[in-house]
């Protein structure tokens, strides 16, 4: 009896050794995907490392970008984002690329699959694509990611830069020193977009603000820098949550193009 007791006592000590030794499986993390199939569109105003953030978040599933693009140059068809975006049935607005005193796109720009402006290889103001491709998904890419060939494919693109936040974390290298206001797109790999004006800030401040914290309520995976400073303007229907916006300063000048928010049909 003392023998089998004995012998039970070191296979109990045992299995107890043998279970702190072994490898512990984690908790499943929470899955990111796990949200409604479409999400509300609404207006969403933010502050994050003390930058202000006022736009639209929408869900890429009910809602869509289009570019606005004017061939004749600034001005040409619309004035500001609010005209652009009115004008062609659209219920946001916002400016887009970058573009020459000229008024030549700076970099390329395709709008219902008809391409302006060259493939912008060096510029880190081209280091970025937001893209519309021929199924219909909307994705933000590094320029090295895409390609000028498969870029020209897309159905809507617009090629600016730099990119703020690449994979959830800052990008290094960027300006620390000029303040100026300034437009972005944010997206976090799946459905969901945030498109927004910020207030004055330089950009190393901004990425580092994004890749910390969350504006829309989701964590930042990829954000393109638009054009800003006198460029930036913001318009948001009435249509929408939260709305009537327009934000655009007295001394901004027009600007080449808008990336418009459609509703899906």
């Known amino acids: 009896m003392r023998a089998w007791a004995g012998a039970s006592l070191i296979f109990a000590m045992a299995c107890v050794e043998a279970f702190a030794q072994s490898p512990r499986v984690p908790r499943a993390l929470p899955v990111e995907e796990n949200v409604p199939v479409t999400l509300p569109v609404k207006r969403l105003k933010a502050l994050e490392g003390g930058i202000s953030l006022d736009g639209v978040g929408f869900d890429s599933r009910s809602h869509r970008l289009v570019v606005a693009d004017q061939p004749q140059g600034p001005a040409s068809k619309w004035l500001d984002s609010s005209e652009a975006g009115a004008k062609t049935g659209g219920v946001a607005a916002v400016n887009a690329g970058f573009f020459t005193p000229e008024g030549a796109p700076l970099g390329l720009v395709i709008s219902r699959a008809k391409a302006a402006g060259n493939w912008n290889g060096a510029s880190s103001l081209g280091s970025g694509l937001w893209l519309e491709d021929a199924s219909g998904k909307m994705i933000l890419a590094r320029r090295g990611a895409i390609g000028p060939a498969a870029a020209r494919k897309s159905r809507e693109l617009i090629q600016a830069g730099p990119m703020l936040v690449d994979r959830r974390r800052a990008v290094g290298g960027l300006d620390d020193v000029k303040a100026s206001a300034r437009t972005i797109l944010l997206w976090d790999g799946g459905h969901r977009w945030f498109m927004a004006r910020t207030s004055p800030c330089t950009l190393n401040d901004l990425a580092d603000a994004l890749a910390i914290g969350s504006p829309a309520g989701w964590p930042v995976h ?14 948001i229907s009435d249509k929408i949550p939260g709305g009537p916006v327009f934000t655009r300063p007295l001394w901004n000048k027009p600007v080449r193009n808008f990336l418009v928010l459609h509703p899906r049909r």
Do not use: I, V
């Open 222 to 235: 990829m954000a393109l820098n638009l054009d800003g400073g006198r460029s930036s303007e913001l318009w």
